[in-house]
């Protein structure tokens, strides 16, 4: 029979080890920054990938033929899904970047006492603008 294992340094299996917390690199303002502003670079890069090229056109398909019509239709539809699918993808890393951003500066503008407080109080701002962005997104009242 082997010995019971000894208990661990954290006191919680959700919680990080004392020792990285000792070191303080759990949370850095440019490291979020760097990650909602390259989060949202990518989303730029997904919304720009269903090229205006690659729609089909109708003089591309002998219509003449038998179930031409129907493959150019299914074709169309196709594109629109796609279209659809990168616009999905493209807005959901929207919102997290912008999720990002809003918590880097809601969490520098409470850590940081150094700065000056209209820095502080344009960083709180700030956040508040980038959640209401993400609230508001898809709200409609019709």
Known sequence: MQPPLPPSASTSPYQPSTAAMKKG????????????????????VFSEFPLDSSVPVASDYDLTEEGAADQFADDLKGHATQVDLFSAISGILQTSSLAFLAYAFAREAHEESSLHVALRITMVLGAVILVTSVVGRNFSLL
Not at 26 to 33: C, H, P, R
């Open 25 to 44: 690199h759990l949370y850095s303002f440019s490291l979020w920054l760097t990650l909602g502003l390259t989060v949202l670079v990518v989303s730029a």
